[in-house]
């Protein structure tokens, strides 16, 4: 399990009508990913990530779908958002299943997930003795708050 807080990305959102909401690119910053080791921090980051030359990882979404024409504050709703992701240089179309609540007319919060195949992305994770190795699925999670500009 490995954990990036720099992350960035930017969403609109039409309170009178939420299916207008469009979502921005978002950018993760490998070189922030870590893990609770750190000679595994440098292994993804130098020999997985490749983070010297692929510092972000991008997702583009390309279609948001699912989304109620209007929400409940506290309630909980779920969606899909389709794009396209960069991992090391390879872009992949992926659907994040996500589930957001708006918590006020400025803010919403929410999770979404995806699972990739790492290969497909053209990443090859090294195998070491001794070591248990790593599924071919790979789960990406992204806990957010968004909170309205002034």
Same mark, same amino acid.
């Given at each position: 399990?490995?954990?990036?807080?720099?992350?960035?990305?930017?969403?609109?959102?039409?309170?009178?009508?939420?299916?207008?909401?469009?979502?921005?690119?978002?950018?993760?910053?490998?070189?922030? *990913?870590?893990?609770?080791?750190? *000679?595994?921090?440098?292994?993804?980051?130098?020999?997985?990530l490749l983070t010297d030359q692929f510092e972000f990882?991008?997702?583009?979404?390309? !279609?948001?779908?699912?989304?109620? !024409?209007?929400?409940?504050?506290?309630?909980?709703?779920? *969606?899909?958002?389709?794009?396209?992701?960069?991992?090391?240089?390879?872009?992949?179309?992926?659907?994040?299943?996500?589930?957001?609540? !708006?918590?006020?007319?400025?803010?919403?919060?929410?999770?979404?997930?995806?699972?990739?195949?790492?290969?497909?992305?053209?990443? *090859?994770?090294?195998?070491?003795?001794?070591?248990?190795?790593?599924?071919?699925?790979?789960?990406?999670?992204?806990?957010?708050?968004?909170?309205?500009?002034p």
């Amino acid at each position: 399990i490995g954990v990036s807080k720099q992350v960035g990305g930017q969403i609109s959102i039409d309170l009178s009508d939420y299916q207008k909401t469009e979502i921005g690119e978002i950018q993760i910053n490998a070189r922030a *990913f870590a893990t609770d080791n750190e *000679f595994r921090n440098r292994a993804v980051k130098n020999r997985i990530l490749l983070t010297d030359q692929f510092e972000f990882i991008t997702f583009k979404p390309t !279609a948001v779908s699912g989304l109620p !024409a209007a929400v409940e504050l506290g309630q909980p709703f779920k *969606f899909e958002i389709s794009g396209d992701l960069t991992i090391i240089g390879q872009t992949k179309p992926v659907t994040f299943q996500a589930e957001v609540t !708006a918590v006020s007319e400025n803010e919403i919060s929410g999770y979404a997930s995806a699972s990739v195949l790492y290969k497909d992305f053209g990443i *090859f994770i090294p195998e070491v003795p001794s070591v248990t190795g790593v599924d071919d699925d790979v789960l990406l999670e992204i806990q957010f708050t968004a909170v309205a500009l002034p």
